[in-house]
């Protein structure tokens, strides 16, 4: 008599993980022999549990990462120049707290996007907030804002996040429109949160690519001074893969 109405509580209290391992002990004669208080510490740890789960998820919804990347996956092979013990202190999520920047540059296919989206994955799931943008559509995005009125929530966005990852740094010059855009962005950034880049060129050459020297130094200042560098190298792993990959017949 009294388990539907329990189930039927915990339901409209949206506490499903209670709801689930309640179920689960009913339905299990071995762990009626454990206390009320051990039961009690189960349902919690199956509510706490599932919790962290949604909060994850919507995080990584949140995030839009360009690719399904993870820390398990990465790839040290010798030739990418990837330094593993230098990549392995970031996957705790230290640069995070400590609101330090990482820059991965390096030819095209190299994986830094991958390994950009690895380490937001890892922040999420540390429980940050990540976002994704590559650097043409954001431009193109704030300039469409200042017309529509969303400029000022865009920014308050960008500057809320934990991690922003920004990616193809550098693909073209900026105009001056958006070199002072890109110095708001990260001026509001600065010494409170984390910011990725990628980039196919060497961070030598972006004061150049940025253009008006002021602004560039401003921007350099406050994205390089305290930043993790990643240079990468070899050939494109695009291209790798599909050599490896077996011909098709021709019958």
Same mark, same amino acid.
């Given at each position: ?133 590559? =650097?043409?559509?954001? @431009?193109?995005?704030? /300039?469409?804002?200042?017309?529509? %009125? ?5 920014? $308050?966005? &960008? ?37 990725? =880049?990628?980039?196919? @060129?060497?961070?030598? /050459?972006?004061?150049?690519?940025? %253009? ?5 130094? $401003?921007? &350099? ?31």
């Amino acid at each position: 008599m009294l388990r539907n109405p329990t189930l039927d509580k915990l339901q409209a209290l949206k506490l499903t993980g209670m709801l689930t391992a309640l179920d689960e002990q009913m339905a299990n004669p071995e762990l009626h022999q454990l206390s009320f208080e051990e039961r009690l510490g189960l349902l919690l740890d199956r509510e706490a549990t599932e919790r962290d789960n949604r909060r994850l998820t919507t995080r990584l919804k949140q995030a839009r990462l360009k690719q399904s990347a993870c820390m398990e996956d990465i790839d040290f092979r010798p030739m990418r120049g990837l330094n593993r013990e230098q990549f392995r202190q970031l996957l705790d999520s230290q640069w995070v707290r400590e609101h330090q920047n990482v820059l991965l540059t390096g030819p095209t296919g190299v994986g830094k996007t991958w390994l950009a989206c690895a380490l937001a994955q890892k922040a999420c799931r540390d429980g940050y907030t990540a976002v994704y943008h590559r =650097v043409p559509r954001l @431009l193109q995005d704030l /300039h469409i804002a200042k017309g529509d %009125g969303r400029y000022p929530k865009l920014m $308050a966005t &960008l500057a809320r996040v934990d991690v922003l990852l920004l990616d193809d740094w550098g693909l073209a010059a900026f105009s001056d429109q958006q070199r002072r855009d890109m110095l708001e962005i990260l001026e509001d950034r600065h010494s409170v949160k984390s910011t990725v =880049v990628t980039s196919q @060129l060497p961070v030598e /050459h972006w004061h150049e690519m940025i %253009g008006d020297p002021t602004v560039a130094d $401003a921007i &350099l200042d406050r994205l390089i001074h305290n930043a993790h560098r990643i240079p990468l190298q070899g050939e494109s792993m695009r291209r790798k893969s599909k050599k490896l990959a077996p011909k098709e017949s021709s019958s």
